[in-house]
């Protein structure tokens, strides 16, 4: 029985080298293959640079949200207990009433703390005041933060604690007949810059989405004092 002869690593070598040479437009086709492996890979690139910056920016945003609303419950509870007696002082003097300082400084430590304030050392609170409101808005007082951002500094940070809070503006509906709960509303508005924006022109050039998207959340509680 004939036994046949495995050839040594460098004749086989050089017999790949002779057959391909042996056998019209192996080279080219060769060429043809790896061109067009390039060519798939180029196409499919910006596609997958789209993708992976989408999921990371959209889940980056998502998180941030979270986190404003963490902090916005936070700040809530901490109103809720304050006294009212200075709620519809108009002093600016410290800045807006003494019974809010913590409410607000709460909330910045809360922001500065789980990463959403990336320049918290540059800022302190509690900011410009405006306040108090007319009307329904009359022991609601708005608080704003700038250079709190590293991506700009001229970012505002502004959170709103609402003491006079009552049921359906905003909220669940009132019933139809007393007890009317009355608490206090916090409200955070901070924005959020997107990096999708610049990767999509790799698919659409001139594609134009909004950078910037101002995040809000709320928390609402009762009124202990």
Excluded at 7 to 19: Q, V
Excluded at 109 to 123: D, F, I, K, R, W
Aim: proline share 8%.
């Amino acid at each position: 029985m004939a036994r046949s002869r495995i050839l040594p690593r460098r004749e086989r070598r050089d017999f790949s080298k002779s057959a391909s040479r042996g056998v019209p437009g192996a080279v080219g086709l060769l060429h043809d293959l790896r061109g067009s492996a390039l060519l798939e890979f180029a196409i499919v690139l910006p596609l997958l640079v789209v993708f992976v910056v989408g999921i990371y920016d959209f889940s980056g945003a998502f998180n941030q949200k979270q986190k404003i609303e963490q902090a916005a419950q936070e700040g809530a509870i901490i109103a809720g207990a304050q006294p009212m007696g200075d709620i519809q002082s108009s002093s600016t003097s410290p800045p807006g009433p003494a019974s809010l300082l913590p409410v607000v400084t709460a909330v910045f430590n809360s922001l500065a703390t789980s990463g959403v304030l990336t320049n918290a050392t540059a800022c302190t609170p509690p900011g410009t005041v405006s306040g108090p409101g007319t009307g329904a808005a009359a022991l609601t007082w708005t608080y704003t933060i700038f250079g709190c951002s590293s991506a700009d500094l001229n970012d505002p940070l502004i959170i709103t604690i609402n003491r006079g809070w009552v049921c359906g503006a905003p909220g669940p509906a009132c019933p139809s007949g007393p007890p009317v709960a009355v608490g206090t509303a916090v409200t955070i508005q901070y924005p959020y810059h997107w990096r999708f924006n610049s990767v999509i022109q790799l698919l659409i050039p001139g594609a134009n989405y909004a950078a910037v998207t101002q995040l809000t959340e709320s928390a609402t509680v009762h009124n202990q004092m």
